[in-house]
């Protein structure tokens, strides 16, 4: 059977009340309908379960027919398969004009780390439709509390880890992320702390003669790269725990020329990468893909 046939229309088809074939909608608006006894027979092929069919069948639906730049972006090796499959979850309830938004925007990331991909797709859904999000936050928000644990009889005095007289309370919080501006204007009006600083321009660069890369230099290299840029690598930067490694991109050389060190020569490691591409003789391409140097004389 085809997938987008008319199921009664195949011949010597059963009727559906005597529980023959019917069409099903398994993906977002926009897409065609399946027959669902095919979800069986695809399922036995593929050595699967019936469910497990259903999810890959919805996402590659949205995929080819609700997100096509995505999509030629994906079949080009350009993203891994999982990252556009939770993209086209993601966006599911979005109708067929609203969902193009994502499409552009995910599409023209699609080279970057996974986690910044996911980001702009957030951010992207949220857009395309801000009361849909607007109506999640007010559903939210009644889930909202503080819970007091209740201990066990016993635990005061057989607990290791010495629970007597205190108890755990849990307070849960949205994680910060894409807002909609009246989020943002009741978190300045209650909450916020608000600094000036200045704008950082990213389009001029800044360099210095020394080896040591400057504060403000791994700064605006942070704020271009935003992550960790070792292969295939998905850390974003974040406030808190260790700072990344900040490599030169070319090998300083100390009777080289002057500006050597700068945002334009700066390659943001972990600590880990930064170890194997020391140790286990990478070489750096232009475009700053790591490759082992073996790999590379092959």
Same mark, same amino acid.
């Given at each position: 059977m085809g997938l987008a046939s008319r199921a009664q229309d195949e011949p010597d088809a059963v009727p559906v009340r005597y529980g023959g074939p019917r069409l099903v909608s398994l993906a977002g608006d926009g897409t065609p309908q399946v027959a669902d006894l095919a979800l069986v027979e695809m399922a036995i092929a593929r050595h699967e379960g019936v469910m497990a069919t259903r999810n890959t069948l919805a996402d590659a639906l949205d995929l080819r027919h609700r997100l096509p730049s995505v999509w030629t972006g994906v079949r080009e090796g350009r993203c891994e398969v999982w990252v556009v499959r939770r993209v086209a979850r993601m966006s599911r309830r979005l109708d067929r004009d609203q969902v193009r938004i994502v499409d552009d925007a995910v599409a023209a990331a699609l080279d970057e780390a996974p986690s910044r991909i996911l980001a702009i797709a957030e951010a992207k859904v949220i857009e395309a439709d801000p009361a849909t999000h607007a109506e999640r936050i007010k559903a939210n928000r009644g889930k909202l509390g503080v819970w007091y644990s209740q201990p066990r009889p016993g635990d005061q005095v057989e607990d290791p880890d010495n629970t007597a007289g205190v108890a755990s309370i849990f307070a849960r919080v949205e994680r910060l992320g894409p807002r909609l501006l009246d989020q943002v204007r009741d978190l300045l009006a209650h909450h916020a702390h608000v600094s000036i600083a200045p704008v950082v321009d990213l389009h001029t660069g800044r360099s210095v003669n020394g080896y040591e890369?400057? *504060?403000? /230099?791994? +700064?605006?290299? #942070? =704020?271009?790269? /935003?992550?960790? /840029?070792?292969?295939?690598? %998905?850390? =974003?930067?974040?406030?808190?725990?260790?700072?990344? &490694? +900040?490599?030169? *991109?070319?090998?300083?050389?100390?009777?080289?020329?002057?500006? #050597?060190?700068? &945002?334009?020569? &700066?390659?943001? =490691?972990?600590?880990?990468?930064?170890?194997?591409? %020391?140790?286990?003789?990478?070489?750096?391409?232009?475009? #700053?893909?790591? /490759?082992?140097? &073996?790999d590379f004389a092959a």
């Amino acid at each position: 059977m085809g997938l987008a046939s008319r199921a009664q229309d195949e011949p010597d088809a059963v009727p559906v009340r005597y529980g023959g074939p019917r069409l099903v909608s398994l993906a977002g608006d926009g897409t065609p309908q399946v027959a669902d006894l095919a979800l069986v027979e695809m399922a036995i092929a593929r050595h699967e379960g019936v469910m497990a069919t259903r999810n890959t069948l919805a996402d590659a639906l949205d995929l080819r027919h609700r997100l096509p730049s995505v999509w030629t972006g994906v079949r080009e090796g350009r993203c891994e398969v999982w990252v556009v499959r939770r993209v086209a979850r993601m966006s599911r309830r979005l109708d067929r004009d609203q969902v193009r938004i994502v499409d552009d925007a995910v599409a023209a990331a699609l080279d970057e780390a996974p986690s910044r991909i996911l980001a702009i797709a957030e951010a992207k859904v949220i857009e395309a439709d801000p009361a849909t999000h607007a109506e999640r936050i007010k559903a939210n928000r009644g889930k909202l509390g503080v819970w007091y644990s209740q201990p066990r009889p016993g635990d005061q005095v057989e607990d290791p880890d010495n629970t007597a007289g205190v108890a755990s309370i849990f307070a849960r919080v949205e994680r910060l992320g894409p807002r909609l501006l009246d989020q943002v204007r009741d978190l300045l009006a209650h909450h916020a702390h608000v600094s000036i600083a200045p704008v950082v321009d990213l389009h001029t660069g800044r360099s210095v003669n020394g080896y040591e890369h400057p *504060t403000d /230099v791994k +700064h605006r290299t #942070q =704020l271009r790269t /935003v992550g960790d /840029v070792f292969p295939h690598a %998905t850390g =974003l930067f974040a406030k808190h725990g260790r700072p990344p &490694d +900040h490599d030169h *991109t070319r090998p300083y050389d100390t009777h080289g020329p002057p500006g #050597q060190t700068g &945002d334009h020569n &700066d390659t943001p =490691l972990t600590r880990h990468h930064h170890r194997a591409k %020391t140790h286990l003789e990478y070489r750096v391409l232009e475009h #700053q893909a790591l /490759v082992l140097a &073996d790999d590379f004389a092959a």
